[in-house]
């Protein structure tokens, strides 16, 4: 195509859709000009002539106009949207939406509305809302119907209802119109009862909380199912509650399994009490807030993938170190698990400090991207995507480390050296390299586990203090060194802690936890599920 043709071509269309902005533009001004001439009467015609346009800029001006913030100013006659008060108010041109710059109150002539006119006005702006093509607007006004129960919506609320076409949407503004009619006087009793209906159907607080109000404002049958559908809500909310509970439960359970599930190879294989195993946790969060501060100055388009780049040099950073403690000191402790105890204590006492020195005794911030960022419901149940990332992540890492012990040459020998050292060294098994490489395996788990809790608790010196008890009590609970024992006993623990939170609060809940562990050991000294074979009697 010629460069003429291509003008020929481009130039009409250009004009038209300049005469279309124009026509729409002069159209608005027309309507806005209608609407601060004349009288209340007059004004009152010109709100629903504005509202039925659909005009985007509709809506904001109407709602100046109901709070007294729409003006002309006098030197030149524009409508004008004024914000604050005092000697300047800042203007915004009402039909365009640009700014206007400021002016004194002198100068301005506010647009003037009864309690009628307001009353017009709401009806207007719900309508607007509700008709709005963007289904997020349509659904949030359907919502705040319900909470308001403004009686004037109804006009808008039947149409919209009868034109919307998504299905969720709709049945919030059904319940929006049935919140409605069970609070006016002026419905009927067998209107009343169909609302009641769809408002327990509802099942949230809101809802409970539109019965109750019903059941207080009506008599005879209809304050009796109000209050039946009250306690419908009121119980099912109750079963919601538990639902709730155990998810946290869950996700708890998720946080334990990762930090416990190092550890029972540790200690549950290996027979070491590693107290610095917090500390291994500690080290992948660190190592997790040094990848993100890195990517955001040298690779920010890489800053929403910093979780899953921190993943494997948490494991490697944590598993390094692992390897390092067991050459170093745990080697020469073997069979003397206090000695473990006393020298692992010592041992997180200096990793503490050593980061202390390194990155300051403050709390330091890991961002999530925004896959883990958010939630969503199911029925009355809040989801977060960082916590279900957080579980299937654990349960990946299970499912992992349980083919690594049983489909691989160093699961074999983990095992063997496990359930028999002297025979597995008499087989040609090098002892001492897989007594670093389990405990570097475990370490290095807690490295990961680390890196999922820098998405939800504080990234500081003394993080992993706050889980190696938990980590201890669900190892010896599980069964020492089993890891579906592990995987059992961190759910459990899990979820009796949330349940005994609301009621005990967080330490009490704990305290009890700790002796109910106590008691149970005395009934069962190997855990919940033992270990059986020739190596353990």
Known sequence: MSQK?????????LATVFMAGSALSADLATLVTNLVTGGYSERDVAITA??????????????????????????????????????????????????????????LDKVKVNNRLRGTIDAAVGSLTLMSPNPKVRRQAADSLFTRRDASALAALDPAIAAEKDSAIKRAMTEARAAIVLTTPETTPAQKLAAIALVRDRGDRDAMAVLQIAAQATEGDVKAAALAGAETVRNTLAAWSMAQNVWYGISLGSVLLLAAIGLAITFGTMGVINMAHGEMVMLGAYTTF???QVLR?????????????????AFLVSGAIGVLIERSIIRFLYGRALDTLLATWGLSLVLQQGVR????????????????????????LDVTYGRLWIIVFALLVFVALLALLRRTPLGLYMRAVTQ???MAAAVGIRTPQVDALTFGLGSGIAGLAGVALSQIDNVSPNLGQGYIIDSFMVVVFGGVGNLFGTL????ALGIVNKFLEPYAGAVLGKILVLVFIILFIQRRPRGLFALKGRSVE
């Open 50 to 107: 504005l509202a039925a346009s659909g005009e985007e800029r509709a809506a904001p001006i109407l709602q100046a106009l109901s709070a007294g913030d729409l003006y002309v100013r006098t030197a030149d006659k524009i409508v004008v949207i004024g914000k604050g008060s005092g000697k300047q108010v800042a203007l915004i041109d009402a039909i365009t939406g640009k700014d206007a710059g400021t002016a004194a109150e002198d100068d």
């Open 420 to 422: 028999n050292r002297p």
């Open 290 to 292: 040094v990848v993100q």
């Open 488 to 491: 059992v006993g961190a759910t």
């Open 5 to 13: 043709r291509f003008l020929a071509w481009l130039l009409p269309l």
């Open 297 to 313: 100055s040298a690779a920010p388009a890489l800053n929403e993938f910093s979780v899953i780049i921190a993943l494997p040099l």
């Open 357 to 380: 020195s390194i990155f300051g005794p403050t709390n330091r911030e890991v961002s999530s991207p925004s896959w883990m960022s958010g939630s969503f419901k199911v029925g009355q």
